[in-house]
């Protein structure tokens, strides 16, 4: 078979030393689809983003940019604005065949805490390689708020594949005939699912978003269910079913579509490729199987967007597209599903900030 890795062969993964854990697992790291990835004990600052690049390495690159070091170990702050390289405590010796992409995790991504992975010779972000041998690093940049970081946070998660085996858009008309992919909107299917905006809650409630205050605290990010929402938020309110998005800010929005990801089923949420406007929602992020399932617990589970506007002001009307989901099969099922028993923050989810702040 092709697919996404489930749980259990990302173990197995372990086990046979074609992932190598600097220390041991920490509950729940394993996810049905994925394998969140740890900060080591050091943060190094840089001066700018970089790629290692064919033939090179992340070390010798770092001579070039390294600015400073800071221990992790009892945490630090990583100011806002600022890009770091954490050498991760996870280690790949992936066989032929095995390829894997990575991506923040959903909480990561809601603080606007932009997060990627880099390796050895990559030549690209959040790629790496059929065979790969050798470390990987987290580059951070904290986009909207300073956080404390700590040795052993799981900011990004990795997903393995055996092969390729997303689903074209015929294959994912049946799939959505046979399972319901969507509800709360017809099912746009071209080159993946597509998924709008929702700016219009209901006749009782006004509330269609949150955007990131520009001068706040330091958020730690261990401190879950913590922080007041008002102090780090401003909540986007209209009854026209439009808002304006402000050039450079930060905007937390909810899809109008619930999402549903069958058991046998993986997705990546990947930002729509049509010239729509400035503005693009800003991390792409997984969905492991199980996410919206009835069986889950999950149904009725939207999918929160990420905004960032570029350059002009611009005009979000309800309804409008916004991304997309490509779905892709899994190499086996995995042995335990999004949400059924095991700490899944987001299933049944609506309109909803990370889990450090209070409900």
């Not at 010798?60 to 940019?65: D, P, T």
């Not at 972000?125 to 986009?143: K, Q």
């Not at 858009?169 to 993946?192: F, K, M, S």
């Not at 001068?215 to 009854?239: K, M, N, Q, S």
Request: with cysteine; proline share 5%; hydrophobic share 40%.
């Amino acid at each position: 078979m092709t697919g996404v890795l489930a749980s259990q062969q990302i173990e197995a993964m372990i086990a046979k030393g074609a992932i190598t854990p600097g220390a041991p697992l920490a509950e729940g790291q394993v996810q049905p689809a994925s394998l969140d990835l740890r900060l080591g004990h050091e943060a190094i600052r840089v001066r700018a983003s970089f790629l290692a690049g064919a033939g090179r390495s992340v070390a010798s690159r770092l001579e070039e940019f390294e600015m400073h070091r800071v221990d992790l170990s009892g945490g630090a702050v990583l100011e806002k604005g600022c890009v770091y390289l954490v050498p991760l405590l996870e280690r790949l010796d992936l066989p032929d065949g095995i390829a894997a992409i990575a991506n923040a995790k959903s909480s990561t991504g809601r603080l606007d805490l932009l997060t990627r992975t880099i390796t050895d010779e990559g030549i690209e972000f959040d790629r790496i390689a059929p065979g790969y041998s050798g470390p990987l690093y987290a580059e951070i940049c904290p986009r909207s708020f300073s956080v404390l970081a700590r040795t052993g946070m799981r900011l990004n998660q990795i997903r393995f594949r055996n092969g390729r085996s997303v689903l074209d858009d015929d294959e994912l008309r049946a799939l959505h005939e046979a399972e319901t992919l969507v509800n709360g909107g017809p099912a746009l299917i071209r080159d993946g699912l597509g998924f709008s905006v929702d700016l219009r809650p209901g006749e009782d409630d006004d509330l269609v978003g949150y955007r990131a205050k520009p001068h706040t605290g330091v958020i730690d990010l261990d401190r879950l269910g913590h922080y007041d929402p008002a102090e780090y938020w401003e909540e986007i309110r209209t009854r026209e079913g439009r808002i304006i998005l402000d050039p450079d800010a930060f905007y937390i929005l909810v899809s109008r579509e619930a999402v549903h990801i069958p058991p046998a089923y993986a997705a990546e949420m990947a930002p729509y490729l049509a010239m729509v406007g400035e503005f693009r929602v800003h991390y792409a992020g997984f969905f492991d199987p199980g996410f919206g399932h009835a069986g889950a617990g999950g149904t009725g589970s939207r999918g929160v967007l990420e905004v960032r506007c570029h350059e002009a002001p611009f005009v979000l009307e309800h309804g409008q597209i916004v991304g997309r989901l490509v779905y892709e099969r899994m190499d086996e099922a995995p042995a335990q599903l999004y949400g059924a028993g095991i700490a899944s923050n987001y299933q049944g989810q609506g309109l909803k900030l990370s889990k450090h702040f209070r409900a």
